[in-house]
């Protein structure tokens, strides 16, 4: 769903000018990176355009009444009647907004549970406090690695500067390639954890003992950060995530360096068990 059929659905002509000059605020949601992301970016913006001129509407009127109808100015208290046209009125249109913000957000919500023809499945397992990841199909596939906080403990303990990614970098990215469809399933060994990245509009809770997944489609080269959004324990906020993107050169050259790796560990494992 494109934000052109957004701004018509709701009405809002400058949808597209606010939210181009929004994006990126620190107030305000990251700058989207996948088709999911924009979406929820998007309807971010009509809700919160929507919510905007209800309040103007229903508090102009209210500081309209109490200002102009003062006592002092002579007015006496109205007295109101049952009016049929009035709640029928005040009834279809609450309703009308609720239906023209529903339909773009379920468009998008199934599309967000639309994880078939993934090119690439990555499973990521939660623990207290890192995560666990494992390529199970496409390009890369039979890789796998853990992923931990990176922030020097001495930032952490406030003995030097905080760094620019303070708490949200690790020793081991997720790698993988641009354009491609990429499947997130998702548990957890311990306690629930949640695998959040808001720039690629990838959210879902890891509940031990049960699969979720979710998916999505970075648009360009980069890296995209994240977090577990749910409370885990004493180092709930010391296990990011971090999703870095590649051209397809590059993730060739990624997979084939960690291939590379993971068989000179299993050679030397095989030698050391043969000495002992």
């Known amino acids: 769903m494109s934000s052109k059929s957004i701004v018509t659905l709701a009405g809002v002509s400058s949808l597209a000018l606010y939210s ?23 309807q971010h913006m009509m809700l919160l355009w929507i919510c905007l001129a209800i309040f103007v509407a229903v508090f102009g009127v209210m500081f309209y009444s109490i200002l102009k109808h003062r006592k ?40 967000m549970k639309d994880t078939s023809e993934a090119d690439i499945t990555i499973k ?17 596939e039979g890789i796998s690695f853990y992923s931990k906080l990176s922030t020097p403990k ?25 354009g491609k469809k990429v499947r997130v399933i998702i548990t957890a060994n311990d306690v629930i954890h949640a695998w ?8 879902q809770d890891a509940i031990p003992g049960f699969i979720r997944d979710t998916w999505f489609t970075a648009d360009a080269p980069g890296i995209y950060r994240g977090q577990c959004a749910e409370l885990c324990g004493k180092d709930h906020g010391y296990m990011p995530i971090v999703v870095e993107v590649m051209n397809d050169e590059d993730y060739a050259q990624w997979v084939s360096d960690q291939m590379e790796k993971s068989a000179a560990a299993e050679t030397t494992a095989v030698e050391e068990s043969d000495k002992g």
């Open 196 to 203: 959040w990245v808001p720039a690629l509009g990838s959210k």
């Open 154 to 178: 001495a930032q952490l303990i406030n003995q030097e500067a905080k760094g620019e990614n303070y708490l949200l970098e690790v020793d081991n990215n997720v790698v993988v390639p641009v």
């Open 20 to 42: 181009s000059m929004a994006v990126g605020s620190k107030y305000n949601f990251p700058e989207p990176q996948s088709v999911i992301a924009k979406d929820i970016y998007d």
């Open 72 to 111: 002092s100015q002579g007015y006496k208290a109205a007295n109101f009647h049952h009016s049929t046209t009035a709640e029928i009125t005040w009834t279809i249109i609450p309703c009308i907004i609720l239906i023209a913000m529903a339909l773009p957000a379920t468009k998008t919500v199934i599309a």
């Open 124 to 140: 990521a397992t939660g623990y207290q406090w890192m995560w666990g990841y494992e390529y199970l199909q496409g390009d890369g």
